[in-house]
Structure formats: structure tokens, C-alpha cells
């Protein structure tokens, strides 16, 4: 496993620290007591696989340490989209497209910004034909 790999209870922490910011132990225990319930050892033993990893970070505060995220949510989201695309789709894109609508149908805002994407890809790939949208 690579240090850009991160097991289920590491990237819930993860997902914490980015969601609420700065946070002790206890913090993020309280934080995903129903969601993923674990004990204070085993929330400290992930953040310090975490701050190895050099995913968080961590200052002294009072008699505590306070851990925070080093990347924001979307770049390493990229890393765990790309790990599914080619681990369990294959490498193709569209499959996993398909599979996220097919669990979730998008509503009409969302399927507008996915046109300008694939407006904006379609750009990228053949400029001349994006100069006579």
C-alpha cells in the first residue's frame, strides 16, 4: 500500500479534519461516534499514521495536540477517484460516470455543469471546433 493509499477509517478521519477544520482526538472521536464509532486509541493511532503519512499535521495546545488536514478534500478526492477508476472500472471513465448516476441520478443543475464540461473538454481536444460554439 502507498502513503497516497488510505484504508476506510483513515480517510473518515481524514474527511473530518477536512470538514470541521482544526481538531483533537476527542474532537474527531465525538465527530464520527455515529457514523464510525471508535475508541480514543484508535482515532489517536489514525491520526498518527496520518501525520506519518504527512496528510495532517499537528501543534500542542494546552495539554492536547491539534491535528489538521495538509491537503484540502479535492486534491486527494482525485487520488481516490483515480484509484477506483482503474482498481474496479478499468481505467474508464465513463463506466464510473455511469455507475455514480445509476446510485444517484443528477438533478438539472448538475447535469448543466457536466454539459460545460464536456463542452470545455471538447474544446480542449479540437480547439478549432470550440472557436464556433
Known sequence: MTSDSLPDAE????????KHGELTARAVRERLTTS??????????LLTRLLEKGMVIR?????????RAVNKAQRAGR????????????GNPAAVV????ETRPPTADELDQLQNLVDRLRA??????????
Do not use: I
Not at 501543534?59 to 491535528?67: I, L, M, N, T
Open 11 to 18: 480517510l473518515d478521519v481524514l474527511s473530518c479534519l477536512w
Open 36 to 45: 464510525r464509532p471508535m475508541t480514543h486509541s484508535a482515532v489517536s493511532t
Open 59 to 67: 501543534k500542542k495546545q494546552g495539554r492536547s495536540f491539534v491535528y
Open 79 to 90: 487520488r481516490v477517484v483515480s484509484d477506483t477508476l482503474n482498481r474496479v472500472f478499468g
Open 98 to 101: 455511469s455507475s455514480l448516476f
Open 124 to 133: 480542449e481536444q479540437d480547439p478549432g471546433k470550440g472557436a464556433n460554439l
